[in-house]
């Protein structure tokens, strides 16, 4: 099979957007929901989760004709396990602020369901190469599904975006306040809530 | 010979091996990387008594160098104001003190520094906010009373409500305000805006933070009334 073959792009590309992760299997909400009141956390967040997700992806996949199926799931958490430690130990030698900044939310990686889910249907049954491209897209799927939550979220909530404050004083002195609402994990639902709607509305028209 | 994959055997065997190879592997990256990052908590808490003490530390270069520049002395004391060792402070883990039950038992530590000429006294904050701890470091004027500068920090507080204590407009309201009247400790009240103390001086509390700001304020309470015999010495 070829690097760049329908099949591979398929596996890169649907997670994107048509098999979103986020928003039509519904999986990683929880951590969409902790890490997006601000854009920053939810990006380092994106990244982490591409990674490990990419990596753990192919791990399993060079493995899958050796794993016993009994003991399939416990094998797919120590490898996710293992690697969430070690990113999060990288990054507390080489990234410190950064470190500091996500806190438990690293460690949470561990629970995100798209991992397991990737891991469990895709990479047990296709190649590594394959499974590379899978867990890069639904990192990716998901990573933008964060941003999207974190930009509004951010922006509403407290008039910043990474840090910066983006909506001019002049506003505020005229009235302008921020909702504060935005901050509270529940908004964070709501806001993927708007999205997924969007999303069928758009494959609705496309059918 | 094909194995078969669904035995017993070859399942505990297989977990065995995937366990030692995966205990081996965190061991090594561990051990590798742990200078590093005790060299890095070291230097996060240097920057940290730096921040209280308003160093610009964007600007900073080598926050290492500067600390080294402006803290003369970490002594420690205990809660009667005797000087159990003239310096080491920094290595005093104030989290294992304050779990100390009697106070008589806590080593104290405090840094004693000099900036543009004065003597400021920094002393180390810890408490417990919504979500988990907070910490930080208060530092005094060489009156004692008139607050030099402050630097929070916590672990998981909301992002955008108690998060915001860690934030430089949260912190600026300290600088200037006394935690003493007449002589007596009064520290510093964490209010709703627009309220005020008729006897302490206040910031304004985090709107929706407010389970954080009672922490700040319990922080404050808890952490400068063990330096109570020290402070108006």
Same mark, same amino acid.
Not at chain 2, 18 to 23: K, N
Not at chain 2, 91 to 110: G, H, M, T
Not at chain 2, 118 to 140: D, M, N, S
């Given at each position: 099979m070829s690097l760049f073959s329908k099949q591979s792009k398929e596996a890169f590309l649907t997670p994107l957007f048509t098999n979103n992760p986020v928003s039509v299997q519904i999986l990683g909400i929880c951590s969409a929901l902790a890490v997006t009141a601000q854009l920053e956390p939810a990006l380092v967040m994106g990244i982490s989760v591409t990674i490990v997700v990419a990596l753990s992806n192919v791990i399993i996949s060079l493995l899958r004709n050796t794993i016993p199926m009994r003991i399939r799931i416990i094998v797919q958490l120590v490898v996710v396990a293992a690697l969430v430690t070690i990113v999060s130990q990288i990054l507390k030698a080489f990234a410190y602020d950064v470190s500091v900044m996500l806190s438990v939310y690293v460690g949470l990686i561990i629970t995100n369901c798209i991992l397991m889910g990737r891991l469990e249907a895709f990479a047990m049954s296709h190649g590594p190469w394959e499974s590379l491209l899978d867990g890069l897209g639904n990192g990716f799927g998901y990573a933008a599904i964060l941003v999207i939550v974190a930009f509004f979220r951010e922006l509403l909530g407290s008039g910043k975006l990474l840090g910066f404050e983006v909506i001019p004083q002049s506003f505020y002195e005229a009235g302008y306040m921020n909702c504060g609402l935005m901050l509270m994990p529940p908004m964070a639902l709501v806001l993927i809530g708007c999205i997924i709607w969007v999303q069928r509305a758009i494959e609705a028209k496309n059918e | 010979?094909?194995?078969?994959?669904?035995?017993?055997?070859?399942?505990? *065997?297989? $977990?065995?091996? &995937?366990?030692?190879?995966? /205990?081996?592997? @965190? %061991?090594?990256?561990? +051990?590798?990387?742990? !200078?590093?990052?005790?060299?890095?908590?070291?230097?996060?808490?240097?920057?940290?008594?730096?921040?209280?003490?308003?160093?610009?530390?964007?600007?900073?270069?080598?926050?290492?160098?500067?600390?080294?520049?402006? *803290?003369? $002395?970490?002594? &420690?004391?205990?809660?009667? /104001?005797?000087? @159990? %060792?003239?310096?080491? +402070?920094?290595?005093? !883990?104030?989290?294992?003190?304050?779990?100390?039950?009697?106070?008589?038992?806590?080593?104290?530590?405090?840094?004693?520094?000099?900036?543009?000429?004065?003597?400021?006294?920094?002393?180390?904050?810890?408490?417990?906010?919504?979500?988990?701890? &907070?910490?930080?470091?208060? /530092?005094?004027?060489?009156?004692?009373?008139?607050?030099?500068?402050?630097?929070?920090?916590?672990?998981?507080?909301?992002?955008?409500?108690?998060?915001?204590?860690?934030?430089?407009?949260?912190?600026a309201q300290f600088a200037g305000k006394s935690i003493k009247r007449d002589g007596v400790l009064t520290y510093i009240s964490v209010l709703k805006a627009g309220q005020s103390d008729e006897n302490a001086d206040h910031v304004d509390a985090i709107s929706g933070g407010t389970m954080t700001s009672r922490g700040v304020e319990a922080m404050l309470r808890d952490g400068i009334s063990q330096y109570e015999k020290f402070l108006n010495k």
């Open positions: - | 010979m094909k194995l078969n994959t669904n035995s017993n055997v070859y399942t505990i *065997v297989y $977990a065995s091996v &995937i366990v030692i190879i995966v /205990a081996f592997l @965190l %061991a090594f990256v561990s +051990g590798a990387l742990s !200078d590093r990052q005790t060299e890095n908590v070291r230097l996060d808490k240097k920057k940290q008594i730096l921040s209280a003490l308003n160093v610009d530390l964007a600007a900073c270069a080598d926050p290492a160098a500067k600390y080294d520049e402006l *803290v003369k $002395a970490d002594p &420690i004391i205990n809660s009667e /104001a005797v000087v @159990l %060792a003239e310096n080491g +402070g920094f290595e005093v !883990d104030v989290k294992a003190e304050n779990a100390k039950d009697s106070l008589q038992d806590r080593r104290l530590p405090y840094y004693r520094c000099e900036k543009d000429g004065e003597t400021k006294y920094v002393f180390p904050l810890r408490g417990a906010g919504l979500w988990g701890p &907070i910490w930080g470091y208060i /530092a005094l004027n060489d009156d004692m009373s008139t607050v030099y500068g402050v630097y929070f920090s916590h672990e998981g507080e909301t992002p955008g409500l108690g998060a915001e204590i860690a934030t430089p407009k949260f912190q």
